[in-house]
């Protein structure tokens, strides 16, 4: 790095360049949102046939096609506006420097060397220059001394100013070095096709450019750690279009998880974070052997014969079984995400926001039917035992169906209900459901994220919210009312095993305001009477189907078992249609 090329280093026409990217960019998104929200969705809901299925196919790779767009641009645009904070901060040293030495009678050569008049005891001036890379505490004492003792008074002002001459071409010389692999890396494939390659390639580049983008980063006004979601939507809320573009860009993860922030703006960060993560785990998945075609075979003891494991299949299940399955299984939990997606439009169902997702362990994800931002009603859903991200479509249908009944029950007004797989619930009925540390470790998750539907709430009047959790998510609920205060207006229990509490009063509700359903034939509620039941000092164990309790007990219809509670057409679902909508008088109770 020169000190002409730095001097006439134009800042601007990087941050211009990173200005039209960024517009691109939303051109993309919106058009992506256009062909999933409009398009795409009319079709599904108006035609069917094969031509109708077709188009939705070719929709979806030019959607996909427009998603990437969007995202490189974003990249692209933050690594440029990265590139000019860095550049310029440089050159901005360097002009003071420049300044500094005219202001001292100073003449600065072009290659950085700093001349110097005459003065005091010397007869002539002279020129020096500044070394590179920083000196040592010692080595810089000595400079001082030095200069200090020179005849000439210009003599240790000179050298301060070639030395941070030198300083600013060293440090707009690492600046451009750092930057320049990583914006020739921002490259996409010359086709119309955006692969699984393509996503992963993305993911890398984002790791590279916040490895150089920290000094830019750091310039950003800083999420709030630690801060309740008032504080992240008013973080959020200050932020310039740049500056929100450059979080997206370089941390989509974080703010994706972030409560309080708009549901638009969560469900962009997280489907670039669900992209990627699926594209990498298509191709890890790619390249693990497939399991032998010979999986078994047939031996004989004694009279009967015994069907067992090939030695082929035994060994292949020794080294890649375990790692298959996990793909496998996160793979599931991320296609039954998009499958939502693509359901946009089937008999008017709404789009759908991704306001959270992390498929490490057994993996989390939120996402809504229909945008909380603008609803006038608000379900959240809490699923139980067993639930992870590869059984997460489950409770998307679920809160799909209850999404259908309350739309229809609530007069007009919008609605959306929410899939909440926000804590590590227990994956094992026996050794994990009796435990109450995953509701107690998950609830104060489940109050933030309640606190934050309300931050986040766009409309004039505050939201109707619902609290709704299934066995062991009903225990999470009642924990969270316990060790916090639960930011909800109903609560409905379905299937369960108690709730920490033994009074409905106890649940930051009006005691009326708390629903209960127990199925025919659902054992786990007695089952889980002495794992999670309230007790009073001096009184049994109750849960929510106890009269003691005090909830109200709905009617549940012809239902049974453990699983039924939102079959489509049944009573069950109904009351938890009436009481999502806000018409919680006209629920049926059981006789």
Excluded at 544 to 569: C, L, V
Aim: hydrophobic share 40%; with cysteine; proline share 6%.
């Amino acid at each position: 790095m020169d000190l002409t090329t730095l001097k006439t280093f134009r800042p601007a026409e990087y941050e211009d360049a990173a200005d039209a990217y960024r517009a691109t960019g939303d051109i993309a998104g919106t058009a992506k949102d256009t062909i999933d929200q409009q398009v795409s969705a009319a079709l599904r809901d108006r035609l069917e046939g094969e031509a109708a299925t077709a188009a939705l196919v070719q929709l979806k790779h030019l959607s996909r096609n427009f998603h990437y767009a969007q995202t490189g641009c974003g990249l692209v645009s933050t690594a440029l506006n990265g590139f000019a904070h860095d550049m310029g901060a440089a050159r901005r040293k360097l002009m003071a420097a420049l300044e500094d030495a005219r202001a001292a009678g100073c003449t600065v050569g072009a290659d950085g060397s700093v001349t110097y008049p005459a003065g005091g005891d010397a007869p002539e001036g002279g020129t020096v220059r500044g070394t590179d890379g920083p000196a040592s505490p010692m080595a810089a004492a000595l400079y001082r001394q030095s200069a200090a003792a020179h005849p000439n008074p210009h003599h240790g002002r000179a050298l301060e100013l070639a030395q941070r001459i030198a300083d600013a071409l060293a440090e707009a010389a690492e600046a451009d070095a750092r930057w320049a692999p990583r914006l020739r890396a921002l490259r996409a494939d010359d086709d119309l096709t955006v692969s699984h390659a393509d996503w992963k390639d993305a993911h890398t580049d984002r790791s590279g450019l916040r490895a150089a983008a920290g000094d830019y980063l750091a310039s950003l006004p800083q999420r709030p750690r630690g801060g309740t979601p008032q504080d992240n939507a008013a973080w959020w809320q200050g932020l310039t279009a740049e500056q929100r573009s450059a979080w997206l860009s370089l941390h989509p993860a974080l703010v994706g998880a972030m409560d309080g922030l708009p549901a638009a703006v969560r469900d962009e960060a997280n489907r670039v974070v669900l992209n990627e993560h699926l594209a990498r785990t298509r191709l890890a998945l790619d390249a693990v052997p497939e399991p032998p075609a010979n999986r078994w075979t047939w031996t004989t003891t004694g009279l009967t014969p015994t069907r067992t494991p090939t030695p082929e299949y035994l060994a292949w299940q020794r080294e890649h079984g375990e790692r298959y399955l996990a793909l496998q299984n996160a793979l599931k939990g991320m296609e039954t995400i998009q499958r939502r997606f693509d359901q946009t439009g089937e008999r008017g169902l709404p789009e759908a926001y991704l306001l959270g997702f992390d498929p490490e362990g057994n993996g989390r994800a939120i996402i809504a039917t229909g945008n909380p931002d603008t609803a006038h009603h608000q379900a959240v859903y809490v699923p139980g035992t067993t639930s992870n991200l590869s059984s997460f479509g489950e409770g998307i249908d679920r809160m799909t169906n209850l999404w259908r009944v309350a739309e229809d029950k609530a007069g007009g007004q919008a609605v959306s209900t929410i899939t909440w797989l926000g804590y590590d619930a227990p994956q094992h009925v026996v050794t994990d459901a009796p435990l109450s540390h995953y509701a107690d470790d998950g609830a104060p998750a489940f109050n933030r994220f309640m606190d934050g539907l309300e931050a986040s709430h766009a409309g004039e009047t505050p939201a109707h919210r619902t609290a709704i959790g299934h066995s062991y998510g009903t225990t999470l609920i009642g924990s969270a009312a316990r060790q916090g205060h639960l930011n909800a207006d109903e609560i409905v229990f379905a299937g369960s095993p108690g709730v920490q509490v033994p009074k409905a009063e106890q649940m930051d509700v009006p005691a009326d305001q708390v629903w209960n359903l127990e199925a025919d034939g659902d054992v786990v509620p007695d089952i889980g009477r002495f794992g999670h039941g309230g007790r009073d000092s001096d009184g049994p164990w109750a849960i929510p189907s106890d009269e003691r309790f005090g909830a109200n007990q709905m009617a549940t219809g012809a239902i049974e078992g453990h699983s039924q509670y939102w079959k489509e057409r049944s009573a069950s679902l109904v009351n938890q249609g009436l009481v999502v909508a806000g018409r919680g008088d006209d629920v049926k109770l059981e006789e």
